[in-house]
């Protein structure tokens, strides 16, 4: 069931968990699913809030995330539609985490034709009253799927059968114009 919000937050006050989806996501490839990671680094250790994360670039992920996507979806049905817009996310430098999550959200957004507003946390609020906190409900640890997916194409299927709990960019470079649509019924 898609829930309709007045009002989108995202935590930035919390203190960074570690294995989640804040810098990571999963898509499937000729050889199955592969997550993809942004490194990070926390200043202050273990205490590091979230809006103070910054994005490590020792590594060259972006680089290696630009190609294991082209991989991935070059065949897909709406990969020429999308990938202009996502691709300065794997060209321009952010200095933090969360800025990063926020544009590219933010670009989602628009691109499956919602209309949604993001705000950020202004405090931690450990058991916030009157709304639907769902901070701690997505986990790459856990094994159960995040909701049950109605199948649609994807690249791989013959291969690997559908697969679901994938980043958004497997909805959107399969199903295209119609990935809003199809996260509205779902």
Same mark, same amino acid.
């Given at each position: ?11 930035? %006050?919390? @203190?960074?968990?570690? !294995? ?27 205490? @590091? ?12 992920? !972006? ?8 991989? /991935? ?5 709406? &990969?020429? &539609? ?7 996310? &794997?060209?321009?430098? %952010?200095?933090?985490?969360?800025? %990063? ?5 933010? $670009? ?35 094994? /159960?799927?995040? $909701?049950?997916? @109605?199948?649609?194409? $994807? ?17 959107? %470079?399969?199903?295209?114009?119609? /990935? ?7």
């Amino acid at each position: 069931e898609v829930i309709k919000a007045p009002h989108i937050y995202i935590e930035a %006050f919390e @203190t960074y968990p570690r !294995q989640t989806y804040r810098n990571r996501c999963r898509i499937v490839t000729a050889n199955g699913v592969l997550a993809l990671s942004i490194p990070v680094h926390k200043v202050h250790g273990k205490q @590091t809030i979230t809006k103070d994360i910054r994005i490590n670039y020792r590594e060259p992920w !972006q680089r290696n995330h630009r190609r294991t996507i082209d991989a /991935a979806y070059s065949n897909s049905p709406f &990969y020429l &539609y999308y990938i202009d817009e996502l691709m300065p996310f &794997y060209e321009k430098t %952010f200095k933090y985490l969360l800025d %990063f999550n926020l544009e590219l959200t933010n $670009q989602l957004i628009e691109l499956l034709g919602f209309n949604a507003t993001l705000n950020l946390t202004k405090a931690y609020i450990h058991q916030p009253n009157n709304i639907l906190d769902l901070r701690h409900a997505f986990s790459p640890k856990n094994k /159960a799927p995040i $909701q049950k997916s @109605t199948p649609y194409f $994807q690249v791989f299927e013959e291969r690997h059968g559908f697969i679901a709990d994938l980043s958004i960019l497997d909805l959107l %470079f399969n199903e295209g114009p119609g /990935a809003g649509s199809y996260l509205n019924k779902e």
